[in-house]
Each structure stands twice: as C-alpha cells, then as structure tokens.
C-alpha cells in the first residue's frame, strides 16, 4: 500500500475526495474497488492529520442507455429518460429506478468500513439552481466547448450544437433532445427521432430555460462542474475514462480552459475483470455487488481490491471455482507474514501495509489481528458437510488452545462466509460426500503404484500424526515422490478411496476433517483393494 502513503504524502491543506456511479442497474462487485480505493486514500491522508472531506456522489439525471436491466414493456417509454425519472421496477418503495439500484449500492459501503461524509444525488442538486451558473458559462463558451472536443478527443460537433441536454416538455425524455440555440435566457432544442441508436426521440421541438433542473450538462461538462462546486481536490477514475482523449482529459481541459480551475488529481485505477473481460452493468456482465458482499466478508472483500495495485487489473469469476477459498488463502498469508511467521512462496512487498487497511476498523491493533488464529477457509468448508462435527472443538484442536474472543468471532465470520459459498459459487468438487459404508467401487481402478502410495501413507499418518490440514498436504506430498509417483495421481488415489470420483476437494483438508482411525482404515483397504468386510458409520 505504499501508493496510499506516498500519495497522502505528496499533498497538503484540506481535501475534498469526490467519486460517483450512474446508477444504471445492478450494480456489479467491481465496482467497489473505487470506493475502496477511494477511502484508503482517505485513511492514510487522515493518519497523516489532513482534513479530509469525502463525497460521493449518484450521477441519476443520466439517460437510461441500456436495455439489460428493463423490463420488455418498460423499454420503449423509459429509454433515454433520465434514470431518475424512470419508477422504480421492485415494489420496495424507492422513489425511482435510479434510487433503487443506487441505493442498493451503497448499502454495502458502511458495511466494508467506507463512510463518505456526504451523498449527493444530481437530481437533487440541479433543481437547487446549484448548477446553473456552469450550464450559463458552458453555454457562452459553446464555441470553446466544441473546439475542445476536437482538439481532445477527435470528436466533431456541428456549429449550432450547445453542450446542454433538456428534458424535452412532450416525452420526458433526455438522451434525445439536442439544444441548437441560446439566446441568454433560454434555449432552443429538438428531441430527434433518431439522435441515438438506443432510444427514439418524439420529434417535438421548442424553446425553454435550461435553468432549475430543465437542463443537464454532458457528463464531461457535468464532471468538470462537479469539481468547482464542490471544491474537489482528489479524484480516482477507471482505466476506461483515464484513457488519451477520454473522459477525464476533456473534463480535465473543460475544466481549466472553460470553468477557469485545476482539476484534481487523478488515481487511475484498473478494471476487475470476469473471463478476461470488463465486469459491465450495462451488459449484466460480472458478479453482483451485494450477492458478492453476502458471501465474502468485508476484510476479505477490502483485501480483494486492496492487494494488487491499483493501476493493475484483476482476474476474478467466483461461480464454480475456488476464487473465494483462494482469496482468503492469501489474506492468511499476509497475516502470517504480519505476524513474523514462516509462509510459502514469494509475498508482495508492503503485505504489513496491505493488511492494514482491508481491516475493518481503521484504529484496529494490527499486530493483534495478524497473530489471531484463522481457521483455513477450505478446511472449514470440509467440516460443515460432515454431521455431528463440532466445529469449534475441531478448530481449537488444531490450534492447541482454546480460541480468543476474537478468534470466535473470525470462525464465526467464516463458517458463515463457508456455508454461503456452498450455497452459492462452489463448484462441484468442493461438495463431498465421504463413503463411509466401504470402500467405493471405484477404487477398483486404482494402480499397484497407487495402491503402494496409499499403504505408505497410512504408515507415514501412524508414525507423524499430522493434523492440520497443511500437514497432511505435506505428508501426501512426501509420500508421493518417496513412491515415485505423480502428485496428479497421488491424489486421485485419495479421492477415489474416499470419495469415489477422482476429484474432489483439497485433499490434506479433507483428510484433516475426518478421524484419523477412519482414514488409516481406509487407507489400508484401498491399498489391498479389499472391500469393507463391515460399514463404518453412514454416508455424510
């Protein structure tokens, strides 16, 4: 997290840190990794003792631009009408569709430890009068508007275009008005049938003051505006509007150039992606954030944004594989390695900083929390599946001791957190069912090298006795290249023996999780190929 430091670092005097979203529908789990950005930079800025203002804001006088997330008979009407106009689609009482999804959002914010110190929606604020000073500038300026959409971003408006959008006084609708004239009071515009390809204009046309919420600004004026009302000194965007000619350098020269300030500066930040692509609300593409934040808690969820840099894209698709048991690998790691203990493999630099600011409370003892105990995520799913295993009793048996009150509290979290992924992402191999009744027939396919492997193992288990579940990786391992065999078939040899497929879940966790006179016992059937001469217990 040394971008965090140096950055709080680099600058002096007040804040203003500003974000915001369009709320265009479900909002996908990518796009917290803002907001999560958004409040490290706050915490470290407020370790620093600077005096920090946070807003973020719901940018819902935007035009429904999209389809995916609109009921069939709602399209043709709601399309191009600001999203804060549209009723809302759930009957929970929000008072539009943009509120609803907005609100849904943010939602998760307090629960991941981001506090904003305020919201603010666009369709509150335009009908104030707050905006009608820039809507004037940026309407005497239309020349210089257009001249800085060529020279930025290659982009051609006619000489009559004016940057402003209204709400057209026939349909409602914004996205397909277009303003040709303005005379110092009021503007001229046309709502054309055809000015975009995803909605249809009426074709009405007429006169009428942009002022007091009539008109909207295009968002790169909007933007630019933004930043002079409310004073912002610090705002991060996404790859997408960082880009050469994007969104940020035209509001950048819109706003030097037309409202006469610096703008903030900017921490681009890379895109989460799902099967190589861009996570899109637009294209219901990615995990929903608020289904995501039921399963991962919120440290685990700040550590996933937190980990890689910010100008570094993620990879992340947690339906059907072990994304999530992954992710909380790692924040393990890094704690272990808070903690001074040993781990394998490299760590990234910075892991004591990293694990700092995914803690939920930004006073919290680091220290304290890096040496607490934290059950393996992959174990504990094991365990839920097994009847009659007390849980607790298991934990505290691998750890030695009994648990702290905050050790409770983390296997609490993730019991929950495990129970949720079963329910939800796991893929079929994590579900087990351990065939007690004798061994499966389908050990029947095991090789004499496999069954020597296994024989071996139940003799390094008598002799070890591992418990924890990287034990008993370690003595799978061992006793593989002692054996001379391939770790792929070593541990197919164990999921046939147990479960009776060859796959299945991390197998020292699953082995972990049973009692080890069962697994001997298995052990040693598997490698004789002999059938149970009587059952052991039911199927779990």
């Known amino acids: 997290m040394d971008w965090a430091d140096e950055l709080a670092a680099s600058v002096s005097g007040p804040q203003v840190i500003n974000d915001s979203k369009t709320p265009s529908g479900t909002v996908h789990v990518g796009s917290l990794r803002g907001p999560v950005l958004l409040d490290v930079i706050v915490r470290a800025m407020r370790a620093r003792g600077l005096d920090i203002t946070y807003l973020y804001g719901v940018d819902d006088m935007d035009p429904m631009d999209a389809q995916a997330l609109l009921t069939p008979d709602a399209v043709e009407d709601a399309m191009g009408k600001p999203l804060a106009h549209i ?32 919201y603010y929606w666009m369709s509150d604020i335009y009908p104030t009068g707050a905006m009608d000073p820039f809507i004037r500038t940026a309407l005497d300026k239309a020349a210089l508007v257009r001249e800085i959409y060529r020279r930025v971003a290659n982009v051609q408006h006619p000489d009559a275009w004016h940057p402003l959008s209204v709400v057209c006084e026939n349909c409602g609708k914004i996205g397909t008005t277009i303003v040709t004239g303005w005379d110092g009071e009021q503007v001229t515009y046309e709502c054309r049938e055809r000015l975009v390809e995803w909605a249809r204009g009426c074709g009405h046309s007429g006169k009428t003051s942009p002022f007091g919420g009539r008109g909207k600004l295009p968002w790169n004026l909007e933007w630019a505006a933004q930043w002079s009302l409310f004073g912002v000194t610090i705002e991060p965007c996404g790859k997408d509007l960082a880009t050469a000619g994007g ?122 929390e890096a040496a ?74 095991l090789d004499a090298t496999q069954r020597q492997f296994l024989a071996a193992l139940a003799g390094a288990v008598v002799a070890k006795q591992p418990s924890a579940g990287d034990q008993w990786q370690d003595a799978i391992f ?15 040899a ?34 004789a190929g002999e059938a149970a001469t009587a059952p052991i217990g039911g199927a779990t």
């Not at 569709?97 to 998760?108: C, M, P, S, T």
């Not at 290249?481 to 070593?490: R, S, V």
């Open 87 to 118: 009723p809302d689609q759930e009957p929970d009482g929000h008072a539009s569709y943009a509120r609803h999804h907005a609100q849904v959002f943010i939602d998760i914010f307090d629960g991941l430890g981001i506090r904003p110190d305020r």
């Open 247 to 368: 969104s940020r350098d035209r509001s950048d020269a819109i706003a030097r150039e037309v409202f006469e300030r610096e703008p903030p500066l900017n921490v681009p930040y890379e895109f989460i992606n799902i099967g190589g692509k861009k996570m899109s609300t637009s294209k219901g593409h990615g995990a929903a954030a608020h289904e995501i934040a039921e399963v991962i808690p919120p440290e685990q969820l700040r550590f996933f944004f937190l980990r890689p840099k910010p100008n570094h894209a993620v990879e992340f698709d947690p339906d059907g594989t072990d994304a999530i048991p992954r992710l909380f690998d790692e924040i393990d790691r890094f704690a272990a390695a808070t903690a001074g203990r040993e781990v394998r493999g490299e760590i990234a630099p910075g892991f004591e900083s990293t694990l700092k600011y995914s803690l939920l409370d930004p006073n919290a003892d680091v220290a304290a």
């Open 372 to 445: 607490a105990f934290r059950p393996a995520f992959a174990h504990l799913a094991l365990l839920l599946q097994i009847p009659n295993v007390d849980v607790l009793a298991r934990v505290e048996a691998e750890k030695g001791s009994p648990l702290t009150e905050r050790e409770v509290e983390i296997l609490d979290e993730r019991v929950r957190a495990a129970n949720a992924w079963l329910e939800t992402y796991a893929p079929e191999r994590a579900r087990l069912t351990v065939r007690r009744d004798g061994l499966p027939e389908e050990a029947a396919a």
């Open 478 to 492: 061992t006793t593989a290249t002692d054996a001379g065999l391939e770790p792929k078939a070593a541990f197919a």
């Open 494 to 527: 164990l999921y046939l023996a147990f479960l009776g497929r060859s796959n299945g879940p991390r197998a020292g966790w699953l082995l972990a999780s049973l009692e080890p006179e069962f697994v001997i016992g298995r052990l040693r059937e598997a490698a």
